[in-house]
Nanobody, 117 residues
Framework: QVQLVESGGGLVQPGGSLRLSCAASGTFFSFYAMGWYRQAPGKQRELVATISRRGAPNYADSVKGRFTISREDAKNTVYLEMGSLKPEDTATYYC???????????WGQGTQVTVSS
């Protein structure tokens, strides 16, 4: 059973920074492409960033230049460094893992990020 557990969310002022972490257990982490998604109230879940098994990142246009995704396979952990935060970044952030190859997809329970003064 694969488990993904996010941490690091909270309340931050506009322009501030946060680092989210997602720890995986019950699997060979290096076989997974990982990603971060977010969902704001009343909106659909959307892609924030992904990182391939080899560490190649991909970002939504709305976060390019502000967010950085990284992974540390030795710790079974993926990170999302968020900077220059805006109120519109407020959402629940979810960690995602997809087995490559294989296609199995797993989700974490989410962590709340609120950007407000």
């Amino acid at each position: 059973q694969v488990q993904l557990v996010e941490s690091g969310g909270g309340l931050v002022q506009p322009g501030g920074s946060l680092r989210l972490s997602c720890a995986a257990s019950g699997t060979f982490f290096s076989f997974y492409a990982m990603g971060w998604y977010r969902q704001a109230p009343g909106k659909q879940r959307e892609l924030v960033a992904t990182i391939s098994r080899r560490g190649a990142p991909n970002y939504a246009d709305s976060v390019k230049g502000r967010f950085t995704i990284s992974r540390e396979d030795a710790k079974n952990t993926v990170y999302l460094e968020m900077g220059s935060l805006k109120p519109e970044d407020t959402a629940t952030y979810y960690c995602n893992g997809e087995r490559i190859p294989g296609g199995s997809v797993y989700w974490g329970q989410g962590t709340q990020v609120t950007v407000s003064s």
